[in-house]
């Protein structure tokens, strides 16, 4: 089985803080993603990345950035938090073949103080 | 540009009885649509896909869809409701070309009662 894991499921930060998430896929994925989730609003994609060093930007990306230095670690950045990033972080992955699924993490719920 | 509309944001049935949630996409090219499950507290889960060849798709835990290309939809079916089924359901779509990412509707909430 695939396994996605991200490195924390709770986390409290201070506004302003540098604030890193992790996110570590198993299955050699080509592809990963980062999402937010709020109520109401479902999943919103931030970032996603289909090869080592390579990103793109999603719906949301203001605020974030994102590192791949290698193929199955995906970083997700705050460069300097805020309250209104309180929220679900999702990190998924998948293979490029295009009827591929993704496969996701527990998610980090993320508070921002 | 590709989008998903999950019609209710809130279901709610009896157990034993016929879960029905809605799915509409739009898309300009044949999509790839899957279904997903998130239990409190936990990622997304797979539950079953469409990619291409039989229409009526089946999947875990009972669930099944039927991609009508007539009607844009991908509508998740159950016949007979578990309490373990309450959870939140994700219906998204793909465009098809490889390495992009899943458009998602905003979910439904599914809650069972005995």
């Known amino acids: 089985d695939v396994k996605v894991t991200q490195s924390s499921r709770y986390l409290v930060k201070r506004t302003g803080e540098k604030v890193f998430l992790e996110c570590v896929q198993d299955?050699?994925?080509?592809?990963m993603f980062w999402y937010r989730q709020d109520p109401g609003l479902g999943l919103r994609l931030i970032y996603f990345?289909?090869?080592?060093?390579?990103?793109e930007k999603g719906d949301i990306p203001e605020g974030y950035s994102v590192s791949r230095e290698k193929k199955e670690r995906f970083s997700l950045i705050l460069e300097s938090a805020s309250t209104n990033q309180t929220s679900m972080y999702l990190c998924?992955?998948?293979?490029?073949?295009?009827?591929?699924?993704?496969?996701f993490g527990d998610g980090t719920r993320l508070s921002i103080l | 540009a590709q989008s998903v509309t999950q019609l209710g944001s809130h279901v709610s049935v009896s157990e034993g009885a016929l879960v029905l949630l809605r799915c509409n996409y739009s898309?300009?090219?044949?999509?790839?649509l899957f279904w997903y499950v998130q239990y409190p507290n936990q990622g997304l889960q797979l539950l079953l896909k469409?990619?291409?060849?039989?229409?009526l798709v089946k999947g875990i835990n009972g669930f099944e869809a039927e991609f009508k290309k007539s009607e844009t939809s991908f509508h998740l079916t159950k016949p007979s409701a578990h309490m373990s089924d309450a959870a939140e359901y994700f219906c998204?779509?793909?465009?098809?070309?490889?390495?992009?990412?899943?458009?998602f509707g905003k979910g439904t909430t599914l809650s069972v009662s005995s």
């Open positions: 998924a992955s998948s293979r490029t073949a295009n009827n591929q699924p993704q496969h």
């Open positions: 299955m050699d994925h080509e592809n």
């Open positions: 990345s289909y090869d080592v060093k390579m990103k």
């Open positions: 898309s300009s090219v044949p999509p790839y």
């Open positions: 469409y990619t291409t060849g039989a229409t």
């Open positions: 998204a779509v793909s465009d098809g070309q490889a390495g992009t990412a899943l458009i």
